[in-house]
Structure formats: C-alpha cells, structure tokens
C-alpha cells in the first residue's frame, strides 16, 4: 500500500539542503513496500548520500520525536501525530518512533473514538512486531482492538502514562524508566471477570494437567487456556489470566498473575524460571521472568503483587510450569508501625461503588551527589476498600517546594491496567521514586483515572 506521508517542507533541515536529499526522501515516501535496511542502503546509494547526510537525516527524525514527545505530555495528539508521522518518514526503521506514534494513534482514538485511528494504531503495531517479534505492547494492543467489538471486557490503549510521564507515558527510551512502567503501554487489559483469590498455594499435582485441545494443525483454535504449576514455601499464585492466543502466523502466551506473600518475610525481589511444555510434558523451551524488580517496592507479609507475562511461542503449548531462581528477601519484624493515610482528591467525578486508602509506608528524600537535586523515594501501599475490584488507578502527584511553588508533577500508575484487576481486600505495595530538587517541601495526589 502506498504510504501517504506528507514531507513537512518548511522543516529547518531541508532549507538549505543539497537537492539530492530532498530526492531521497521523496523515494522513500513513494516506496510502496515495506521498508528494509536494505532498501533505505539501497536509495542512499541510488541518489549519492554519504553517512553525514544519513546521520544528519536521523538527527531530524530525532527532532521530531522529542516535539511529538512534549506534545503527547499535554495530549495535543494531533500535533504529535505530524511531528511522529515526519519522524517515520525520515527514519522508518526507527523502532522507538514508530512505538510513539502508535500509542498517539491509539490514544487519541481512546479520546475520539475514530475508526480510522483505530485502523491506524493496530497497522503501525503490526509494524512493530515486524521489526520487534517479541514486542509485548503491541501484541496486546492488537488482541484488545480486534477483539473489542466482540468482546465486553475492559480495552486496552497503550497508555503510557508510561510513554509520557509512565510513572505515566514515557515514551520508549528516556521517559520509560522501568519495566513496570512499561506494562502501561496498556491501559486496560482484556480479562475475564476475576475469581476469588485462593486461599491455598497454586500446587498442581505431580501429573502435569494438559489443557485438552484434540486438535489438528489446521484445527487450532483461536484461545486456549493453559494450566500452570507454581510450589513456593511462602508465596501462593493467583493465575487469573493463562491463555494461548493462536494468531495466523504465531501464537503468543500472556500471564496475569498475583502473588499473595503469605511468609514472615518481606520480598525485594524475585525472578521466576518459565518453562513452556507441550501436552506430553516436554519441555518446549525455558526462559525467565523478573516477577518482582528492583524498582518495585517490597512485599511485606500480607501483600499482593501483580506481575504479567507476554511471550511468543508455538501453538503446541499446553502448560506453564513456574519455579522461583533468585528471591531476595529479609526477615519482617513482628510488627509494623502504622502507615498513615495519604490525603488524595478526585480530579473528576469519582466512580461509585470503588473505594480505596492510600498510605505512607516509607518516605525519604536522598540526596544522590553534591549536586543541587535529590530523589523522591517513597513505598506507598494501596488498599482495595469497596467491594469491587480495581482495574486501573492512575494517580497524578504534584511536588511543591517549601515556598509553596509547584516543581514537578508525576504520574504514577498504582494498578496497572495489564495486570489483574486488584479484588476487593488486596494490599498492593506502590514504588514512587522521582528526581526532584532539593527545595522540595510537600506533594499532593489526586486521582486521574480509576475504574
């Protein structure tokens, strides 16, 4: 299909500049076919550009991307879309610009529900997966916008707050700063409606259970339940989403998991080794899983924590065996003091029936160097209060410093729209870590989004 871009002529790297680049991305706007590093070698080379020229070309794209950026930061998603789409034209194999402009996509279609944005926003993560298979946000925002005229649950946006702010959207590279932050690139994820949690470990039995599929190579269906096996002394797992999704050309594995810390100690980290079986219980292959990171606050005694796990693999999968590799982890005293209650408000009309309290667990402000900055470094914990569950709680926090003068506000996502809903009674940990200066007095917390 021909790629309708338009090259924005009045952009200061071409005035001025040698005809012969001008042709170049001219070629490059009328290829019809899906870009390669081949043939971006090949048209450079066709019109006689030099490696200054490409790194002067890929320095344009890259100030487009941090216009698009500033734009996304207040939601002009119009003008981000133009400055992302002139970013593409010129380097189209730039992975982190073609992620960017598909969350803009996608967010803008969440806001004005245009179905040619929509169409827009899976094309371009489509594109995604080409130039990365094993990009996990643009396999769910693929799955929730296919689906979602078929399906009632909850869709997902690559909401990035992680792209930008990811404690909110940050796109990709600067503004991500953790993978937690990254699973925002989907605001909501398609779940079925979530089952009590279990009072007892996620223990299968010897025998591996096989989920029954019967079916031949042609005969795949499209979802598939898959069975896992999890036995950890202290830790028990809430499986609330296992499934195989068998697209046309690959299938792919997602995970919501919730771990309950039914120990008397407090978790800092734990990474889970992941083997993926067939239904005769061979091992397919085997890889890892950080399920609680560095930058997630600790699990005390008592606490939920929310992990997801996307993965490209075969339609043959039939089982999901879980085993912990490392956990890092420290005795809890046998009390704790109590956290007190962090005063929030509602930026809009707080949806009934969800209640929620959030509280203090640990604050510190750490100076880092004798430079004239700091970190923020809090855990906070969040509450399920009412009597439904949580599926996204997006709070915005606003720093002043001690003459009362806003200095920075940070999103910070305390239930993830890619994880499992938080069921009513769940405690979740909440890691807040920001850079701020050291003039830092106070922060106030409002509510941005919750359902």
Known sequence: MHRQLRLKQSTGFFMGRDRIIENYIQ????????????????????????????????????????????????????EAIE??????????????????????????????????????????????????????????LISSRETEANKSQLLIGLGLAVLVGFGVFRPVMNYISTQAEIRQLTEAAITPDPAPASDSPSTLNSDIPIAETGTTTSEIPPE??????????GLTLDSRLSRLDNYKDSSYYTLQGVLLNISDQEIDALRLNVEYLDKDG??????????????????????????????KTTPDLANIRLSVVTSDQVPAPATYTPAPKIKYNWGGKPPTQLTFDLTARSENLDVYDITDSAYFNAEWAVTNTGDTAIRQLKLQVDFFNKQ??????????????????????????????????????????TVLEAE
Not at 50 to 66: C, F, R, V, Y
Not at 407 to 418: E, N, Q, R, T
Request: hydrophobic share 40%.
């Open 224 to 233: 598939i339940d898959i069975p896992i096996t999890f036995d950890y002394e």
């Open 27 to 78: 070629r490059l706007l009328d290829w019809e076919e899906p870009v390669t590093a081949d043939t971006l070698n090949a048209l450079a080379e066709e019109v006689g550009l030099g490696p200054d020229d490409i790194a002067a070309i890929k320095q344009t794209a890259q100030n487009h991307l941090e216009r698009g950026r500033s734009y996304l930061e207040f939601n002009c998603f119009d």
């Open 404 to 445: 009362n003068q806003l200095i920075l506000s940070k999103d910070v996502l305390a239930v993830y729209g890619s994880d499992a809903p938080m069921l009513s009674g769940e405690v979740r940990p909440v890691r807040v870590i920001t850079s701020i200066d050291l003039d830092y007095g106070r922060y106030e917390v």
């Open 282 to 311: 061979t091992v397919l292959e085997v890889d890892s899983k950080e399920a609680i990171g560095d930058s997630d606050a600790s699990v005390r005694p008592g606490d939920y924590h929310a992990f997801d796990l996307i993965h």
């Open 83 to 140: 400055e992302l789409t002139q970013a593409t034209s010129l380097d189209p194999l730039d992975f982190e610009i073609l992620q960017t402009l598909t969350y803009a996509y996608d967010q803008r279609y969440g806001k004005e529900r245009n179905i040619a944005d929509k169409k827009q926003a899976i094309a371009l993560a489509k594109r995604c997966l080409e130039l990365n298979p094993n990009d996990a946000e643009s396999v769910i």
